[in-house]
């Protein structure tokens, strides 16, 4: 049992004791492994390349590490938090950056965390996907495990870029954070990263961890990673080479002294010693930690043996009532090992080493890593942690103010968890200005136009100094030297001024976009990037919370523009406009809720023509609603686009409608229709009579794709959306969705029924479910006592 990290998390079902363990499995065999899991009682919660995460009876940890299949079975590394209207944004100027209206529109933050709370009003409007990657049977909740940090680090990333969206990601165990970061690259469009929490003991310091390389992935596919240098500098870590000149085997931490006090400074408390040293990824050195008290008594230790399987670590968790300290033995080394040991709980060691104290993936060449200065003196926070990495390269990056007041931490939200996702709000403003921007460069023009702290930057303390937003923002527009303004005056049909309503400008040949909101005038400036390329402007009326059924347009196209020079629209007057209702339907005509709409309204100048739209999701009657009726109030040639709703497999895809020219009110549906095959059939019981109301699932042989329908009253079922060229099997459960599921009434309660080629849609005809009798199952020990609570699975089969 490793014995290199922080104690499994334990829960009990009955008499059985269950803990979180990760088992690496030799070479090859990593599928035998993740059944030896089963086989002893446990599940698998989640696997990568050769490791697995697994629940297990305590009581099976030792066998599954005996197994030849297993390497070794350690406990799972927990993350650590990097913590100790934000005050910190006039500290890197982010007020002149909204000023000039950039505020993370058209951008996404995925923020990484240990909790959240996203039902909290300072960032549930920001929030537009949510994972729990602890709870894989339960991801869409996300419960606030580990108090407020997730929700602190979120709303600091919220006001620092107002109309960002925000994805919030939960991860506790290295195994999650590799699945999460799988998730934010295949299936989010996030922008950038932020992630206020790190690691001990799961690599090398020098940049090159696995977490390093996966988190690589993620940056060379297009997305910056802004996290947390730790919180390690004061007292929190120590580095040493080892010494034992008197050669009994024992580190001598200085001169003579041969032990660390590291008592708490309370005289009791939690002490939780992660120790690592250079002989990464498995070491063939043996060293060992000891914990003794006063009087030279062994209280803890973890004496790991390192024989070229294991890692080079060590962890002692151990809560103290008297003094102790830690000890460094050579049980079977050359004795030329460089140590890191990280101190986290109570834990007070006598000897420190600020260097090189920044933790995992902080020390990874290609995130940007981010250090604390408290927002009232700018003055570098002493427990920030400082490089360089064990490789010599310089760290942090950038430091972010803390020590700042949000709802989460009204008394102050300290540490770096804190500069982190101001840092990462800057980089979303950064890419509102420019979504081209690379992670490189996102990172060096941060870097170039931080504000000196010490005079003496680029250092390992300050790294280039305090993040600037005003000079990052202008860096980014240096690369648009010949700036232009589009200006005018809207006025509502009514001759009214519209006010407070913003105007955008989009550009028709990349991502970017600009936007600014009328005056009590009516007037509008938008200072746009300019270049080759050409802009569309467009008004829209108020937010989508607030549409008036006002009989001027919600959505309309002003005029279509050249970018390499400024415009003037002058005095533009809304025409008349009507109401466009659009309902969603799909193929039998029944109304499709939360279904993606898109209007567009278009201008036309010469031969050219460009639009502008607004968004919105269908009600529970399939009709679209954007203000306090449904409806949309237009003029003029529109589109409609509908999508199928977030998350549905069941449509094909989109579904567009001709160009209408709304000159009175106007009613379009949009069919949604289904995608792929179905596989129909009927099913009965032994005496021919309907099983109705009964589960039916159809899954995939290849690809585990599945979609669960029931019976209808007549026995009938239908699924649709299979995705054709796959085998799939056709399987029954009695009572599906019943209180009563699974019922002893002599008829089978699962049972399969086919299996099929889906090429196009598929009847199985009446399937019969057989008269069943009772399967009795006892599970017992090796030594004939029952086991209670074991894990068991039923399945059926079918020969066709």
Known sequence: MDSSENGPSADSVGDTEFVQVVVRAASGRSDEAARLVGTHGGDVRTRHENLVQARVPASAVEALGVSPAVEFVRRPREAVATDVTSEGLSNMDVGTVHGTNYTGENTTVAVVDLGFDVTNPEIADQVVDWRNFSSPESPRTMANESGLHGTGTAELVAETAPNASIIAVKVNYPLELYDAIDWIKNNTSADVVSMSVGWYNVGPLDGSAEMNREIRTSVESGTPWVVSAGNEADGNHWNGTWSNPDGDQWMNFRDSDERMNVTPAGGSGTLRTAISWNDWPVSHEDYDAILVNE????????????????????????????????KLRN???????????????????????????VTIPATGPRVITVGAAYYGTNELEDFSSRGPTIDGRRKPDVVAPDGVSSTAYPDGFYGTSAATPHTAGVAALMLDADPTLTPAEVKERLRSSAVPLRGTEPNNRTGYGLVDADGAIRSVEERYPDRVTYSGSVSETDGDPAVNDPVRAYALDSSRSHSNATDAAGNFSIDASGGNDSYVLGYYQGDSGSLLDDGSPDLQALDLVNGSSSTDLGDVTLPQAHVLNVTVVDETGTPVPNADVEVADFVHEGGDHAYVSHSAETDADGKLVVGAAAGIELSGDVRVMAAPPDGSSRFAGANYSDVIDVQSDTNVTLTLNGKGATVSGRVTDADENPSADDGILVASDATGYLEVVTTDKTGRFTATGVEEGDPYSVGYFQNWSSDTAFPEDGIADIYTLARVNVTGDVDVGTRTVPNASLLNVRIVDESGDPVTDAPSRWTTTVWD
């Open 295 to 326: 009087s030279g008594d062994v209280v803890d230790f973890s004496v790991t043996v390192q024989n070229g399987t294991q890692q080079p670590t060590e962890y002692i968790y151990h809560y103290a009532t008297q003094n102790v300290y830690l």
């Open 331 to 357: 049980d079977d080394a050359n004795e030329s090992a460089d140590f890191d040991v990280f101190f986290r709980g109570s834990a007070d060691p006598e000897y420190d080493t600020a260097a090189r104290s």
